[in-house]
């Protein structure tokens, strides 16, 4: 399971720029998160073995709410909608909110951050320490 984000949460290591900078923000308004806690199961094979699955970027257990963040491709968006729609015939309990490319636009633009977009939706991993500091690995 991940971690839950607190003042003494070790390092995380994020996929992509746009998820530590949402967590940054998400610490900001001092909402808890927990980073790819679960992979939920789409698909199996005759066998029963997990074929498809998703795992959303970040819990929110105050809230009880999923949120994933798709910030590149159209084409990544439109799978993960497919995945998503997926998700809730098999989890209908479960809550997922989808962050695309304008959402997140939006969300930089309400804090200042538009200038730095092109930055956030690179293709650098991101290291964040839990302190508000960051370490770029490219990957």
Do not use: C
Not at 82 to 111: S, T
Request: glycine content about 6%; aromatic content about 12%; charged content about 30%.
């Amino acid at each position: 399971m991940g971690r839950v984000k607190r003042a003494a949460t070790p390092s995380v290591t994020f996929a992509h720029p746009s998820e530590a900078e949402f967590a940054r923000i998400l610490d900001f308004y001092q909402i808890a998160w927990i980073y790819e806690p679960r992979t939920f199961p789409l698909a199996w094979d005759a066998n029963g073995n997990i074929t498809e699955g998703f795992t959303p970027d970040f819990y929110l257990p105050d809230y009880d709410l999923y949120v994933e963040l798709t910030t590149l491709q159209q084409g990544l968006t439109t799978r993960k909608h497919r995945k998503l729609r997926l998700l809730q015939e098999l989890y209908p309990h479960i809550r997922v909110k989808l962050l695309d490319r304008d959402d997140f636009d939006a969300i930089l633009i309400k804090h200042g951050l538009e200038s730095r977009r092109d930055e956030l939706v690179g293709r650098t991993a991101i290291v964040y320490n839990g302190h508000g500091e960051t370490d770029k690995r490219t990957e």
